[in-house]
């Protein structure tokens, strides 16, 4: 081993400049052991962590491979070998933990207490008398003490010289030296010294680690290699054969990959077969996402997507990160169609079997938006009870597209029709203040009702506009959309009138007017027909039921669309199960001498009994004008206004969420 350098004790009494100054070189190199040996500990340090906390990894390992078999997995089938198999590993690795945790408790005693014991006393002894002699010999003190004894003992008189004064001088001096010499003396060895603990100090910890190492892995390999061999092979090939299935797996989803993004861009385009698609009109469920209006105040609304799906009559709605669908609507009896919603597309309303406004709902496609209403079409029918529901779903629709065929004129219908004052009442009952049409003894055949392939008509008259040009020629309309006076002199006489806000759905002709079994036929006819040839549009008119006619007049221009005698009016009701919708049968004379009936369907913001009621109303009161006290009598019975002029009603109720002017318009959808 080569020689160490050291510092020379003899002369540490003279601290010449040159001994200082390589001092300093000593210093400097105990300065950067000093630094060098805390990042040595630091790093030591932070082996021995990682072996603690490979102590507790392996201690949280075995028990986390215990736990899989408590796991509640929904596709756990066929881990009958990965448990028992999980166990074993379980066991092996609570040997290992406990290897590791003898091998930490080596590396503390033999690799980490070393070092900082190195640190704590050779190194700390040398920084202390570093700073005594620092103090010895730098201290302002010490040095005018010296300074002082010196200059004294230089005064002192060569001729006169006083022996007790020079002998308390000399002791001075020499006092203050040997001071400054022993802590030099302390401080030259402990920095010799130094220069062999360093290297004793370096080499003791490894040997320490090398030794815990070689400890740890011959007991792992005198635990494991005979025992575990046969274990881990039979595992890897366990493995092996899984990797195999997970190649074939993967190859298969591969090749299904390519073929789904080998498909037309018209797949991932909304909306993109807008002109022709292809709908399916038979479905019972359907599921998708959707947008849902909400409203968030008096005028602002808010749209949310969410994924909606059908579950039996159930609408049902799943938020994103839902755990399960939530039920939104009811589906059985309720009607559905397309409305216009703040200048959105494709959005459809349910309404309710009472006849009150449900969720709006958008489509991102017309396809879409229009298998979602057939499918939900077909769902309040309660198809999905049936044995066979698709077959059923696709009879009827069949059925219905045979029965349909919509034309769009009513002058072709109504050519040669006029007024009639022919009357044939319809019985019936009053309970409850409700009018309830008598049921026929024998429910009749569709086809007795109305002939097969009967064509509908969706729009009842000419647009207001044009009436007044073919009705009144080149009269002035009043700009305050008043109807002239002359115009209905029959309303002034009236002793009934009462106003109500309906949509005409459609009318068709009809075989018989004896039973009201034809306009519950008709509605289904019509509703059907709306949905599968995609007319939607409706025209809102003010129905006015007075004691001579039912009129249908523009809401706008206050012009009447349509006058119907009350007399011809055969038959009215309205549906048993959505309130809102209401029908009557007209009869009215043809050329031949013989009656045409047709039947026209509407939906009213109210209950379609309040019609009935005053359709039945005006009949009685036609029916008692002749007698002069049976009409008093009616009149008695019956509230009046102020006046003592017109019937007063049940004002009907507002589903327009307060705002009564929300549907006040020529065209609406709904």
């Known amino acids: ?224 290699s005979k025992r575990v061999d046969s274990f881990l092979s039979s595992v890897a090939d366990m493995v092996q054969s899984i990797q195999v299935e997970l190649e074939a797996e993967a190859e298969k989803m591969r090749v299904s990959q390519q073929e789904l993004l080998s498909v ?44 909606f799906f059908t579950q039996g009559g159930n609408l049902m709605c799943q938020p994103r990160g839902a755990v399960a669908g939530g039920l939104i609507q009811d589906l059985d009896n309720c009607s ?74 009513f002058g072709k219908k109504q050519e040669s029709s006029c007024p009639s004052q022919n009357l044939k009442n319809s019985e019936m009952e009053n309970e409850n203040d409700k009018i309830v049409p008598k049921a026929a003894a024998s429910l009749p055949e569709t086809e007795e009702l109305i002939a097969p392939g009967t064509p509908i008509q969706f729009d009842i008259v000419l647009p207001a506009t044009e009436f007044l040009d073919q009705n009144r020629g080149s009269r002035r309309t009043n700009p305050f959309g008043e109807t002239e006076d002359e115009s209905f002199p029959e309303a002034e006489d009236s ?33 059907a027909a709306r949905a599968i040839h995609n007319i939607f549009r409706m025209t809102e008119s003010h129905l006015m039921v007075t004691s001579q006619s039912l009129r249908l007049i523009d809401p706008q221009t206050q012009v009447s669309r349509a006058n119907f005698e009350l007399t011809s009016v055969t038959q009215f009701a309205a549906h048993q199960e959505n309130k809102r919708l209401v029908g009557f049968v007209i009869r009215v004379p043809e050329s031949t001498g013989e009656a045409s009936l047709s039947t026209y369907i509407f939906e009213s913001n109210s209950e379609g009994e309040k019609i009935c009621y005053a359709i039945n109303l005006g009949k009685e009161i036609i029916e008692v004008q002749k007698d002069p006290e049976a009409l008093a009598q009616l009149m008695l019975s019956i509230p009046l206004t102020n006046d003592g002029k017109y019937v007063l009603l049940n004002d009907q109720p507002d589903d327009n969420d307060g705002n009564p002017n929300e549907h006040r318009g020529a065209e609406s959808e709904a």
């Open 264 to 307: 037309d861009e018209s797949v991932y385009t909304p909306d993109s077969d807008v002109a022709a698609p292809q709908i399916n009109r038979n479905l019972i469920q359907k599921a998708g996402y959707l947008n849902l209006r909400n409203k968030t105040g008096l005028v602002t609304t808010t749209w949310e997507r969410l994924y």
């Open 336 to 409: 559905v169609m397309a409305v216009d919603c703040e200048d959105r597309r494709y959005c459809f309303q349910i309404t309710t079997p009472n006849g009150k406004s449900g969720i709006i709902l958008q489509a991102e496609s017309r396809k879409e938006n229009e298998e979602w209403i057939c499918a939900i079409n077909n769902i309040s029918r309660q198809i999905y009870l049936t044995d066979n529901p698709e077959a059923v779903a696709i009879k009827l629709n069949q059925t219905a597209l045979q029965a349909v065929t919509p034309i769009t004129s």
């Open 495 to 527: 002793l009934l009138q009462q106003m109500f806000i309906v949509r005409f759905l459609g009318s068709m002709a009809v075989k018989t007017d004896s039973t009201t079994e034809v306009i519950y036929e008709a509605m289904r006819q019509v509703l």
């Open 1 to 224: 081993m080569p020689a160490v350098d050291k510092l020379l004790l003899e002369e540490a009494l003279q601290d010449s400049p040159q001994t200082r100054s390589l001092l300093s070189v000593f210093e400097e190199d105990a300065g950067t052991l000093t630094d060098y040996t805390n990042q040595l500990l630091q790093a030591m340090q932070r082996v021995y962590g990682a072996q603690n906390e490979m102590c507790l990894a392996t201690q949280q390992l075995s028990k986390q491979l215990l736990a899989y078999e408590k796991q509640n997995f929904a596709l756990g089938k066929g881990d009958e070998e990965v448990i028992s198999t999980l166990h074993y590993f379980s066991k092996v690795v609570d040997e290992l933990n406990l290897l590791h945790t003898e091998l930490a408790k080596q590396l503390a005693d033999t690799m980490v207490l070393p070092i900082i014991q190195f640190r704590e006393k050779d190194l700390t002894e040398v920084s202390t008398l570093k700073d005594l002699f620092g103090l010895a010999s730098n201290d302002v003190c010490l040095f005018l003490e010296h300074d002082l004894s010196m200059a004294k003992y230089s005064r002192l008189p060569k001729k006169k010289e006083n022996e007790k004064v020079k002998t308390e001088v000399r002791k001075e001096v020499a006092v203050a030296r040997r001071k400054q010499h022993l802590s030099s003396l302390q401080y030259y060895c402990a920095l010799n010294a130094l220069q062999y603990r360093k290297q004793m100090a370096m080499m003791e910890p490894m040997i320490g680690f090398a030794h815990g190492q070689i400890n740890f892995f011959k007991k792992g390999a005198e635990m494991f």
